[in-house]
């Protein structure tokens, strides 16, 4: 029949009759399986090229050409195709433009397009011009504060517009918020693409998992679950519409047997990939590969899947060290703020127990710490376990869940020793103070019998709260100079128990000391720096460590330590100990790996009393990828002596006595005519402790596809190395 008609009617009319057709019921060519000739989708525009091309444009919105997303001032632009798109944010709201396509003919009977921007549809729109008259509108979603600048797809039906000349135009005359609108891709079409708002799916909850597609830098998503008509979790996600990068996981475990709906807020058809892609499992694709990845830290914790940063909620119960960390369980890049948790028996050999705490209608779980009830001063308790109780800030307002509350503190409890977790009914258990006051760390103060909260309120200035319940807090003093991840303790001064001081810090790790009443801290010490590396952040120290082992023990965030290609990011510092001693600048505080290290050695080579010369190494014959490394170097002529490290330098140079690596620098004088190092190496980090501690360096550099061999170089002299010891590490993970 089509050939018959082709060879017989003016083209016009033949796609005239076909338009028809495809608008009555029922009709085949909405289906993606027939198209009319020719086949396949019609481009109008991409805007992926440097200008405009015969378009024309008006006014100051749109440039000299497409964007390149996301614009100066603008929030993330997101959802569009390719590189380029119109975006007419360009100088701002404040601007107005129009673009204007040449004419063109109706070949297709939908226009397809991806959307964003000002929801106005006179100011901020787009028009199909028929005559120059207004025939077809669109706009983007947003007319209120807030909202989103991700792109979506929109259609018009055109086939009553079949063979006709008309013309696009995107039009930009609002000068107020959401002045601007995003468009991209436009192409007529025989298939209708078009966003669905809140598309469901349902599941009985019969494996462990529930499975999602993640592509990197696709549009977000909001996903919602209900359990029993109950909003159980809500996240963003960037779903994959084509090949995934990699593939996250929600474990719903316990919802076994239950009943849940999955709901996404914006759907669009595009085949077996998305949110049709979403399956459940007992397994995770890529869990056959886990903790093989070739970025993948092997002595140091890093989460299964997705993003991690601050470390949270640290404490000691039963013979075990509760690591809980600031988590998106859902993505590469920092969102859905969640605490992971994961135990360890040593600070070494880390388990992940799941995620601890999720985001809720107070907001997302952003940092705090947790301590063990040993008393029940909470009354919390119901069985022979002691509580622990987790203190964090609600983050009000980052996610849809919780738009427009403000940041408060809650809590969280567990009483079978943090396998599950409650939060508080009467949360918040401490309103907000001003703006996005957060990360409360809590702590037992013996003498006073009181319960003790330090917490960032604004710029550099921290609050102290006592409360005798947990639940009741009174603020108390503020402490000046530090900004958030605040950390409050005592030290024994040089090992002396009865000798103590009080260390403050905030998150870059810098500490005054001084001295604490139970509600005052007064400081006997300007600021005093901490670290001298390139990814020290958001620090925290164990509560509840037995008094047998009487030590304080530090893990920190590696902040941007960043792992491209793979399917997390970041990693936690490893564990060290601080102490505190005299010095020849006053009392500083010491830095050392934990001694649980020595549990990954294998193999030992020991040098001493070795004089090496220009141009000689005694590592030559060292290879392998993860080390522990301690050497006593002493220079005997040399002008600089050099560890170099699968092709990275750590570098002493003798006249400056400076330390060096990586672009960083640490004062390190030479002690008796000694220079004296510890460093761990790791895959994607080198950790420096020089001089027993009272220099810390740690580093983060990818070594994967560094040459795996070590050098010791020694420069303008020779250097006597008095002992060094090589140890091979083993991985924490096999």
């Known amino acids: 029949m089509n050939k018959v008609i082709r060879n017989t009617l003016p083209r016009k009319i033949i796609l005239f009759i076909l338009f028809r057709l495809s608008a009555a019921p029922g009709n085949v060519l909405a289906d993606e399986s027939f198209k009319p000739a020719p086949e396949g989708d019609i481009l109008i525009a991409d805007f992926e090229g440097s200008d405009y091309g015969d378009w024309q444009a008006t006014g100051t919105a749109l440039g000299t050409g497409p964007a390149r997303g996301t614009l100066p001032g603008q929030m993330e632009v997101t959802g569009y195709q390719g590189s380029g798109l119109v975006n007419t944010f360009y100088n701002g709201d404040a601007s107005t433009g129009t673009l204007t396509s040449p004419e063109f003919t109706i070949q297709r009977p939908y226009i397809n397009f991806l959307i964003g921007g000002g929801g106005d549809p006179e100011r901020t729109c787009i028009h199909l011009l028929a005559d120059g008259r207004v025939v077809r509108t669109a706009v983007g979603p947003n007319t209120e504060p807030g909202g989103s600048e991700q792109l979506e797809r929109q259609s018009w039906n055109v086939s009553d517009l079949a063979g006709q000349r008309v013309r696009i135009q995107i039009v930009d005359r609002h000068t107020g918020g959401w002045g601007h609108i995003n468009v991209d891709h436009i192409v007529q079409s025989a298939i209708q693409r078009e966003t669905v708002l809140d598309q469901e799916r349902r599941f009985t909850f019969d494996r462990n998992y529930l499975n999602f597609p993640v592509k990197n830098g696709a549009a977000k998503r909001w996903i919602r679950l209900f359990i029993d008509g109950r909003k159980v979790r809500e996240f963003d996600i960037e779903l994959a519409t084509s090949e995934p990068d990699f593939w996250v996981y929600l474990d719903v475990r316990e919802f076994a047997g239950r009943q849940g709906t999955l709901q996404i807020d914006r759907y669009s058809a595009e085949g077996k990939t998305g949110f049709d892609a979403i399956t459940q499992a007992d397994a995770f694709p890529g869990q056959e590969h886990l903790y093989q990845e070739k970025r993948r830290p092997q002595f140091h914790f890093s989460s299964r899947r997705g993003w991690n940063n601050d470390t949270n909620g640290m404490v000691y119960y039963n013979g075990q060290y509760h690591l809980f960390y600031q988590h998106n369980p859902y993505g590469w890049n920092w969102g859905n703020m969640t605490w992971g948790h994961a135990v360890s028996a040593d600070m070494v050999h880390w388990r992940e127990w799941g995620d601890a705490i999720h985001p809720d209608a107070l907001g997302t779980i952003y940092s ?106 009174q603020r108390q003093h503020d402490i000046e100079g530090f900004f958030e991840c605040p950390e409050m303790f005592e030290l024994g001064l040089d090992g002396d128990p009865s000798n103590t001081r009080w260390v403050v810090y905030g998150a870059s790790g810098d500490y005054k000391i001084g001295r604490f009443d139970g509600a005052r801290f007064v400081a006997d010490t300007d600021m005093i720096k901490f670290e001298y590396g390139n990814c020290f952040y958001a620090s925290q120290t164990f509560n509840n460590i037995p008094a047998s082992d009487n030590r ?102 003798v006249s400056t006595q400076r330390l060096t690596c990586q672009g960083k620098s640490a004062p390190a004088a030479l002690a008796n005519g000694r220079i004296s190092l510890e460093i761990l190496v790791d895959r994607m980090s080198i950790e420096i402790f020089a001089n027993g501690g009272s220099v810390y360096m740690p580093i983060g550099v990818d070594l994967t596809d560094h040459a795996a061999l070590l050098e010791l170089r020694s420069i303008g002299g020779d250097t006597l190395v008095e002992s060094m010891d090589v140890y091979p590490l083993k991985s924490i993970w096999f």
Not at 443 to 465: A, D, N
């Open 368 to 473: 705090g710490s947790a301590i063990v009830d040993q008393n029940n001063t909470a009354g919390l308790q119901t069985g022979m376990e002691k509580t622990i109780v987790a203190f964090y800030t609600a983050a009000g307002g980052n996610n849809q869940w919780s738009r427009g509350r403000p940041f408060t503190q809650s809590m969280a409890y567990s009483n079978d020793g943090g396998r599950t977790w409650t939060k508080y009914a009467q949360n918040p258990v401490l309103g907000n103070i001003v703006d996005s006051n957060r990360d409360p760390k809590v702590f037992w103060h013996q003498p006073t019998g009181k319960w003790i909260m330090v917490l960032w309120i604004e710029g550099k200035t921290l609050s102290i709260f006592t409360s005798a319940d947990l639940k009741t807090w």
């Open 552 to 653: 304080r023990i530090q893990m920190g965030w590696g902040r941007g330590i960043v792992m491209p290609d793979m399917p997390f990011n970041q990693m936690i510092l490893f564990p060290v100990t601080l102490s505190l001693h005299t010095t020849d600048a006053g009392i500083r505080m010491c830095v050392n790996p934990v001694k649980e290290i020595e549990g990954l050695h294998q193999g030992h080579r020991h040098w001493s009393n070795t004089t090496v010369h220009p141009g000689e190494n005694p590592l030559a014959a060292v290879a392998g990828e993860l080390f522990h490394l301690k050497a006593a170097l002493k220079p005997q002529g040399a002008d600089r002596c050099t560890l170099v490290i699968r092709d990275i330098p750590v570098s002493y140079d």
